[in-house]
């Protein structure tokens, strides 16, 4: 009930969505290049991407040969190239977003996005023979995405890092609703490589998380809790999508632990994560996300996760 009440309060400002998005160039970099980085394809031709970027901006193609590191671009929703018939920015605004941004564009980061998130999560843990529940787990998170598009031949790959600290509450046997179980706070670090090409039309790479948590398990006579060490290594995906006049973001990863910190079990634990945001304004994204961690080897069989969450990208 909980969740389903936080979904309506925050999906009820999507309203707030731009129709544009606006992109500041950096050292030497060309409205084709962001084109092709940011994956609006086709570029070029008449009536493609660089043309309709091109009368968007109010720019003739000499001038935009002639632009340098700060001017802004507006960018439109990728979508249908038609669609940006209907909706141009007229010449004053444009000329007014240029003197704001022109003044203004030294506070925004240059190589990279950071994103500072709230997340709010109902778990379940399976148990041989029980279930445990966490209706109250929150997470904080900040999340680095680098933008520099460095190259390697017709790769473009980008660096990532997250932080994130979760609070898991009191767990509630559903056998037995008097017996509680806390769990100490979790605390991860993920570092990752963005990777992007034309011939692929989502971004992919690798990723290492460092972890410790506190796991779960059951024998015949008591429930006991063991603090663990785990490195993950794994594989994400992701990709952004038209929906209305806001972007889905939607990723996803798979994660398996290589190293572990209890040396007298022989155990493997595997993680599937699934997230999708939607973009409330130009800085704010809401999401729902869910993550289901399997575990061979203990007396633990299954985590499933279950929440929403709200970032902010402070540029």
């Given amino acids: 009930m909980k969740l389903t009440i936080i979904l309506l309060v925050i999906f009820s400002f999507s309203s707030l969505a731009n129709d544009y998005q606006i992109h ?26 660089l ?24 960018l439109p929703f990728r979508g249908a190239i038609a669609s940006t018939q209907k909706k141009q920015p007229n010449k004053a605004y ?8 022109s003044k203004n564009y030294r506070t925004i ?54 932080l994130k600290t979760t609070s898991h509450g009191d767990g509630h046997f559903k056998n037995d609703s008097d017996k509680i179980v806390s769990l100490n706070p979790s605390y991860s670090l993920t570092t990752g490589i963005d990777l992007q090409t034309q011939n692929i039309p989502f971004h992919f790479g690798p990723q290492i998380t460092f972890e410790e948590k506190t796991l779960i398990e059951e024998n015949v006579a008591t429930t006991r809790t063991l603090r663990d ?29 290589i190293t572990k910190g209890l040396s007298d079990k022989d155990y493997n634990i595997s993680k599937f994560n699934a997230e999708i945001k939607l973009n409330l304004t130009q800085h704010f994204y809401t999401g729902l996300y869910t993550t289901v961690t399997t575990y061979e080897g203990l007396d633990l069989d299954q985590e499933n996760m279950v929440g929403v969450n709200l970032s902010y990208n402070i540029k």
């Fill in 229 to 257: 060490n785990l490195t993950w290594i794994g594989f994400a995906i992701s990709d952004r999508f038209k929906w209305g006049k806001q972007y889905i973001h939607a990723s996803t990863a798979y994660d398996q632990n």
């Fill in 109 to 162: 980061s240059e190589h990279q996005d950071v994103y500072f998130s709230f997340g709010y999560a109902q778990t379940s843990i399976k148990l041989p023979s029980s279930e445990l529940s966490f209706p109250e787990t929150f997470s904080l998170a900040m999340a680095i995405q680098g933008k520099n598009n460095f190259r390697f031949n017709n790769l473009i790959y980008n660096l990532n890092a997250k």
């Fill in 94 to 101: 444009v000329n007014n977003l240029r003197r704001t941004y």
């Fill in 24 to 49: 500041v160039l950096k050292e030497g970099e060309t409205i084709s290049e962001l084109l092709y980085s940011k994956k609006y394809f086709p570029i070029y031709g008449k009536d493609m991407w």
């Fill in 51 to 74: 043309d309709k970027t091109l009368q968007m901006n109010h720019l003739a193609n000499e001038k935009a040969n002639k632009i340098k590191k700060g001017f802004p671009i507006i």
